[in-house]
């Protein structure tokens, strides 16, 4: 519990006559006045001077035998001068042999040193006593100077215990702190502001604040303002962490100077980005609801309305200071009074109301048709306070819709028209096209050898356009039948069987072309059996039709996908240029002549119309001169 003072050490300066003096002095009766031989003035002993001074002094001879002990020395030490004079010193003080203070006053004695000691007492009577010893060689013994020290040394204890207080609370504190020098240069950064920023102590402390600042400007102010000694309070900054992410930091300053002399500034970091985000998020929210072109409004579980947006507005016509701390019911129609607290109630349980159509009166009156959506709000813990409220002004869609419909019926109206008179049409273009036929026929078989080769080229041609004509009206029939189908089939179409039925009819320019026909087992769909069979039939004929140099080979497969099947019709023919392959399906297009292909170029339309009447798409795949692959989705039949 002892201590040795740095400061000591060094020769003995106190002459051994003083000392001799002294214990001289001491033993005389501290009346005695007369002029003493060391020089003092004859009313004042030497006695007197140590019992005047603050600290006790023990004068020891060569022997270790205690030759003087002051007032004070007995007062700090708690004993009677008759007990320390004339004693032992390690007899008075048996607790101190074996410890430092022993060690230290032997070398005092010894080497003739000044030695100096702070130690723990542990002596009878003033045991837990700090005190402060400095000896020194007197004569042939040593003068010990004591003084007891425990208050400083309380005071001191305190001042180490409250140093280190506050080291642990800057170290631990939530806050981010760091010291700055003028320079900028960081000097001392705590925990909560290393781990803030993800750094290690050697990756931030030494290094200057700016390499940390993401805005060079910003932090190039703060330097100078703190140069000028100004307080800098919640001056926000955006901090660079360690791995990138960018920190919004609130920081305040201060400067700690010394004499009016910069030492540092104390800086407080408060991470901010959880808040900065929240509001950036809440101020980016609050201007959708404010931009929105749909009145958003809150109201209370009370139906009172507590925010209101410019869309509300101009919808119905209140400005915000109006309307809020008002009823909802303002801006109920007297028909619907009872609608509202209908909806409230629902709030209540926690439903939501989606696109309640109703109608609502605006502030000049007008009525409006309204769309609704209606969510509870709930605060932090869960609890329902009110409801948020989303309305659509749907008077002007109400009236396109009704004009959609109009004219979609319109619409329907004439196209069933139009194809009734195709219908009609087509069909009454039959009796004089046959009358036209059978008369030909009856004037070749009665004039035909008797006229000029002139005249029975021409007759060949009138068979032929009427044979063409016979074709294109029969086309044109298929093709507005398709039209009249176009309600659900009642059973479903098995695919296999409108294939065999196809082929079955394609007989003769299969087997005039030497086609060959493969398939893989197909699906049923929702489809009418011989809608499908027509498809099948057109696409095949086209494929043997639009043959190349080969033998016409064609594949006909389905695969299901996206829930649905999906037909491919492959053939080995001529092909198409891709820029034609959306051509083709309208009415009359064709690629070809009719010298080099027959054919009214309604085939693909009618497989289109069908396929589209079914829910489907129609499509090719082709290259010229590489085959071509015509696919086709139908739905999958109610048993698939
Ligand atoms: P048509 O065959 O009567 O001319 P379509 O509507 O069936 O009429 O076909 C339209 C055009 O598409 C055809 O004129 C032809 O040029 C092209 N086409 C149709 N199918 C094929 C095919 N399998 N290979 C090559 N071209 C085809």
Known sequence: MEKRRKRQTGPAQPSSR??????????????????????????????????????????????????YASAEATRIYRKSPGHLVGRGHWEAWPESIGTGVERELRRAMQDRVIVCIEHRCDAEGARGMWAEIRAFPCGPGIAICCRDISSRRRVETELRQREKELADFVEN?????????????????????????????????????????????VITDILERLKRREEITRCEARLRARDGSIRYVAMTFNVYSENGQFIHTRCFTRDI????????????????????????????????????????????????EEIIGKPVATLAVPERMDEM???????????????YETRRRTKDGRVLAISLTVSPIRDASGEIIGASKIARDITERGRTVQALRESNAALTRANA???????????????????????????????????????DEYFRYIVEGVQRMQQLIHDLLAYTQASTFFEQPESDADANEALRHAISNLQQSIAGSGASITHTRLPT??????????????????????????????????????????????????GIDPKYKERIFGMFKRLHSIAEYPGTGIGLAICQRIINGAGGHIWVESELGRGSIFFFTAPPGRND
């Open 18 to 67: 003083d000392a001799d003096n002294l214990a001289a002095d001491a033993r005389t009766s501290p009346d005695s006045r007369s002029a003493s031989a060391n020089g003092l003035p004859s009313d004042i002993t030497a006695a007197e001077i140590v019992s005047s001074l603050p600290d006790g002094l023990i004068v020891v001879d060569a022997r270790w035998r205690i030759v």
């Open 173 to 217: 504190a939530a806050i981010g702190l760091h010291w700055v020098a003028e320079d900028g240069t960081i000097l001392r950064a705590n925990d909560a502001e290393l781990n803030m920023l993800g750094y290690t102590r050697d990756e931030y402390i030494g290094h200057n604040v700016r390499e940390f600042h993401a805005d060079a400007a």
């Open 273 to 320: 980005t959880e808040q900065k985000r929240a509001t950036e998020l809440q101020e980016r929210l609050a201007a959708i609801v404010e931009s929105s072109d749909d009145a958003i409004i809150s109201k209370d579980l009370n139906g009172i309305i507590r925010s209101w947006n410019s869309g509300a507005e101009r919808i119905f016509g209140y400005t915000a």
């Open 341 to 355: 607290p209908n909806i409230l109630d629902r709030i209540r349980r926690g439903e939501r109301v989606d696109h």
């Open 417 to 455: 028209d139009l194809e009734q008179f195709a219908y009609s049409a087509s069909h009454d273009l039959q009796e004089p096209l046959r009358m036209i036929a059978a008369y030909t026929a009856m004037l070749k078989r009665k004039f035909g050898g008797s006229l000029d080769d002139t005249s």
């Open 525 to 574: 769909v929702r489809m009418h059996q011989f809608q499908l069979q027509q498809v099948f039939q057109n696409l095949i004929s086209n494929a043997i039709k639009y043959r190349g140099e080969e033998a016409p080979q064609v594949h006909v497969g389905a695969e299901r996908k996206d829930g649905r099947w999906l037909f491919s019709v492959r053939d080995n023919g001529i």
